[in-house]
């Protein structure tokens, strides 16, 4: 069928659009790899000793070079106010770090709620464009951090970089579903995530000392960015504004069936724009949905609900938190560059989320969501025995990393590139943009809380606390398995009928019926 192939205008299109997923991904890992040596170039900057025994502990842990055998000769000797002042210098350092690293959720988490709404706003296309304008102050902002107080500049460079992220992480699944024929949309919409890890991946390996990630070219790391910025910003000029758009908000229907035929390859449109008018009138029929009211109108709350919590429990699964414990894990378990480990993770983590885009319109969503949150409880399980008997039994560090890479395998199968595009499969073009910023704020957010309080809970429950993720891992698949339809190859109106079936005890009465109409159903189920 002629809807369903696959075009070298839509090809073109989501590889510019998925550009910024990648932005995503790099600006995401690009911090970790030279933390030790921004840290000294704080400490420089700030006129602080730096502690030579924990030098060359980090140094032996980041270094792709093999690990010291000799005990680094030191003077223990100090005067208590040299401790305390020590302690307070290490403090300050230690809140700058943390900004550093933080800052970049933060912006995400503010600038989420507002992707759907510029994106309605200036056109998709535009507001891309507009967004490629925070994504360049950032990474020149980050470039020239050695010119002047690095403290500074790093952390409002990682602050504006998480304004880029947080509206493109709205904006970009939107675009690629409005754009994507429907036999197609799972499988583009995985792009979005396999952008992502594929930035994690290349922010790891240009992080190895030997390429970027030592005291010479951090910074140039750090700056990278700006590159991407404008070469997408030149291709998007090449790529059609999304039709439903053109046809729906600005009412120009012959430049969305010209936007149609370019990503179509064809003539015969007839079919999408059926789709496109009847989502018009769904839009036409009801008022502007803002993000309250996907709150306070009852046809609204479950779809709503299941997207929120789709986002939640890919956060809240302990993902970050395995790559926060991988590297004790690694060096347990006798490897000397641990470096090289971490980006086998990155790689296992790249492997499986391509695998997700072939199986995504195979088995469905709704079924690789349960195998991957299934997956990862007992991986989480296993993890936690494997730390709890390490010091008793050697080999039980290697049963801690093999499942360590199961967990991330299971992971891109299902949770994490599933959330991203399911979303927009829920909503019409009416409440689409605010349950799109709501569910990315969702995201920033548990991402944000889980980075804060993770230190603190590993530091109370110690190997213990992958127990406590796999209870959470347990709840959301529950959640899942009774709460979330199947949306594969389906149309707006029959995964309206589906939210219907999965409401317990209720049934569809004429009120049900009109309050359903914004998915577009134009029957009771």
Excluded at 463 to 474: E, K, M, N, R
Aim: net charge positive; proline share 5%; glycine share 10%.
């Amino acid at each position: 069928m002629t809807e369903d192939k696959i075009t070298r205008t839509l090809v073109f299109t989501v590889f510019t659009t998925v550009l910024s997923s990648f932005q995503f991904g790099y600006d995401l890992g690009v911090i970790n790899a030279p933390q030790q040596i921004i840290v000294s170039h704080y400490r420089h900057v700030l006129d602080i000793p730096l502690d030579d025994r924990r030098a060359i502990n980090n140094y032996t842990i980041n270094s792709t070079d093999e690990m010291p055998t000799l005990p680094y000769p030191m003077n223990t000797t100090q005067d208590p106010w040299v401790k305390k002042e020590s302690a307070a210098s290490e403090g300050w350092v230690t809140m700058l770090w943390s900004l550093s690293v933080s800052s970049f959720a933060v912006g995400g988490m503010i600038a989420s709620v507002f992707g759907g709404w510029l994106g309605d706003k200036l056109g998709r296309i535009k507001a891309m464009l507009v967004a490629n304008i925070l994504s360049l102050t950032g990474a020149l902002l980050m470039g020239c951090s050695k010119l002047g107080p690095s403290h500074i500049f790093i952390i409002s460079g990682r602050a504006v970089s998480g304004l880029y992220s947080g509206l493109i992480s709205g904006l970009v699944p939107m675009y690629i579903g409005e754009i994507a024929p429907t036999t197609l949309r799972g499988a583009l919409g995985t792009i979005h995530q396999l952008a992502i890890v594929m930035g994690i991946l290349i922010s790891q390996i240009v992080g190895l000392e030997f390429i970027l990630g030592n005291p010479d070219r951090w910074h140039i790391m750090l700056g990278l960015s700006a590159g991407r910025a404008i070469l997408q910003s030149l291709l998007l000029f090449f790529c059609p504004e999304s039709p439903r758009y053109l046809y729906i908000k600005l009412e120009k229907e012959v430049k969305a069936k010209k936007s149609l035929k370019r990503l179509r390859g064809c003539d015969d449109v007839n079919k999408d724009m059926i789709e496109i008018r009847k989502e018009k009138e769904e839009a036409s029929s009801g008022q502007k949905v803002s993000m309250i009211q996907l709150f306070t109108t009852s046809s609204y709350r479950q779809p709503l609900l299941v997207a929120l919590m789709l986002h939640m429990a890919q956060q809240l699964s302990g993902i970050n938190a395995i790559f926060y414990y991988s590297t004790g894990i690694f060096q347990s378990a006798g490897i000397r560059q641990p470096v090289y480990a971490t980006i086998g993770v990155g790689a296992v983590n790249t492997v499986f989320t391509a695998l997700s885009v072939v199986l995504v319109e195979k088995a469905g969503r709704r079924s690789l969501l349960l195998i991957g949150m299934s997956g990862m409880f007992f991986c989480a399980i296993v993890m936690s025995v494997g730390l709890i008997l390490l010091n008793k039994l050697a080999w039980m560090s290697y049963v801690s990393m093999t499942a360590i890479f199961l967990f991330v395998s299971f992971f891109e199968i299902g949770p994490g590139p599933i959330p991203w595009f399911m979303v927009a499969e829920f909503f019409g073009q009416g409440p689409r943009p605010a349950a799109l910023a709501l569910a990315s704020f969702s995201n920033w957010f548990c991402n944000f809380i889980t980075g804060l309080c993770f230190p603190y809970i590993e530091g109370f429950c110690g190997p213990y606390v992958f127990f406590l993720f796999a209870g959470v891992i347990l709840v959301f698949t529950l959640f899942i398995f009774f709460k979330v339809p199947e949306t594969k190859g389906k149309s707006l109106e029959e995964i309206a009928a589906e939210f219907q079936k999965k409401k317990s005890g209720s049934s569809q009465g004429p009120k049900g019926a009109v309050e359903m109409e914004f998915l577009g159903s134009p029957e009771t189920a």
